[in-house]
């Protein structure tokens, strides 16, 4: 055996970091906290080196934990509320898991709309400013998976093989003990995006490149639902309409959507069409 399989086998401690009385922190909710700290941190930054007022991004950040938590946690309740309807002291349970980030990701679109029409600001210019934050936030919030003994994969003897405890497992792998660890493939793919976004970004501030509005948003829905669609494949806790896997779905139609966007940007050379009009705009970068 490998140490790398036994760092899988025997690092997870369980879902609780320690107790204090009957106060319990989580694995889980530490990351998700780090994430938005770092995230928020990150994209004030940004914001700075495009001539932008940092503080409109922390403004921003608060509506998006507001609404992109609860509703990441509603829409996994939803497709999974045969199980929930049983249980309902549980719908509001988010420390035991159970949150989808596409959830989240149409819950902080929908306040980061309302929030750019009331600051009357391009939300494509938000959004280029927020997915570098984002898909590092969802790299560092997928480990929260591996400490829940979640999110894993289909039975493997791989040398990244991730032990299961029995109670944790599905029911027709039970006589198995190690899973692909999806948590940690969606987790490197998604720190791969973020290098991506990361040196497009800094190329076009050093005038290396010119991206438009909204290229990096764009390039964010491609990439992160790129690596989503094949290792969704991978995992046995899929949430699912019939035969198949939202996720994937959701994924491809993500995927269409940002390739039209840049054909829309950059063949057919057309501004994104926005929800403030430019006469609107109280600040702009790149806007051709």
């Known amino acids: 055996m490998s140490s790398l399989t036994l760092a899988f086998q025997f690092a997870s401690p369980g879902p609780i970091l320690f107790e204090l009385g009957p106060f319990a922190i989580r694995w889980y909710g530490l990351l998700i906290a780090s994430a938005v700290l770092i995230g928020v941190s990150l994209s004030q930054d940004l914001a700075k080196r495009r001539n932008v007022n940092p503080d409109l991004l922390g403004d921003l950040a608060i509506w998006l934990v507001l609404s992109a938590i609860p509703a990441a946690r509603l829409y996994y309740v939803l497709f999974e509320w045969e199980q929930y309807s049983k249980r309902p002291d549980q719908i509001i349970a988010i420390w035991n898991g159970g949150i989808a980030i596409h959830g989240a990701i149409i819950g902080g679109t929908l ?3 309302i929030f750019a029409r009331l600051k009357k ?7 280029d400013l927020v997915v570098p934050s984002l898909i590092l936030g969802q790299a560092i919030g ?13 039975p493997t003897n791989m040398p990244w093989k991730l032990y299961i405890p ?3 497992r599905p029911l027709e792998f039970i006589n198995f003990e190690y899973f692909h660890p999806t948590f940690l ?3 490197l793919w998604n720190l791969m995006v973020f290098g991506i976004l990361m040196t497009l970004f800094f190329r076009d501030l050093k005038k290396r490149s010119h991206l438009k509005v909204g290229t990096l948003a764009l390039i964010y829905m491609v990439a992160y639902s790129a690596g989503r669609v094949w290792i969704e494949g991978f995992r ?10 939202i996720a994937q779905i959701v994924s491809l139609s993500a995927i269409a959507l940002g390739l039209l966007g840049l054909a829309w940007l950059y063949l057919l050379r057309r501004p994104l069409p926005d929800v ?9 970068y790149r806007s051709d």
Do not use: H, K
Not at 121 to 127: D, E, F, Y
Not at 236 to 245: N, Q, V
Not at 276 to 284: A, I, K, S, T
């Open 111 to 113: 306040a980061a709309l």
């Open 121 to 127: 600001v391009s939300i494509w210019q938000l959004a």
């Open 142 to 154: 997928r480990w929260g998976n591996f400490f829940n003994s979640e999110a894993f994969g289909r």
């Open 166 to 168: 029995p109670q944790q």
């Open 185 to 187: 493939y969606e987790s």
């Open 236 to 245: 046995t806790d899929s949430l699912m309409i019939g035969p198949l896997r």
């Open 276 to 284: 403030v009009p430019p006469e609107e705009q109280r600040w702009d």
